[in-house]
């Protein structure tokens, strides 16, 4: 069974920097995504990055601050996070395994998803 697992969320001051990772189990390499929920709010694509990490994705709110990349021989895809902002307070979430090379920036593009990790920035 494919599972990915985040890990590397907490509490953070505004301006800090964080880094996510998330570790896939099985032998596969897949193209891997990184979303975002806050309460109240639709699930929100901020990366992706191709199986053999030769093109990357971003969300135009997080360009410049967010830095997606990964590490085959780990089987893990990190998210690196900086000058963070309150409003980056949410749940963020690792999803690997495209069903779609053209829907990486959507929910419905991947077939596996991680639990969650939570991330919350103080003022």
């Known amino acids: 069974q494919v599972q990915p697992v985040e890990s590397g969320g907490g509490l953070v001051q505004a301006g800090d920097s964080l880094r996510l990772s998330c570790t896939v189990s099985?032998?596969?390499?897949?193209?891997m995504g990184w979303f975002r929920q806050a309460p109240g709010k639709e699930r929100e694509f901020l990366a992706a990055i191709r199986y053999n990490g030769l093109r990357t994705y971003y969300a135009d709110s997080v360009k410049g601050r967010f830095t997606i990349s990964r590490d085959n021989a780990k089987n893990t895809a990190y998210l690196q996070m900086a000058s963070m902002k309150p409003e980056d307070t949410a749940v963020y979430y690792c999803?690997?395994?495209?069903?779609?090379?053209?829907?990486?920036?959507?929910?419905?593009?991947?077939?596996?998803w991680g639990q969650g990790t939570q991330v919350t920035v103080s003022s």
């Open positions: 099985g032998r596969a390499t897949y193209d």
């Open positions: 999803a690997a395994g495209s069903t779609d090379v053209t829907a990486l920036t959507l929910p419905r593009g991947y077939l596996y």
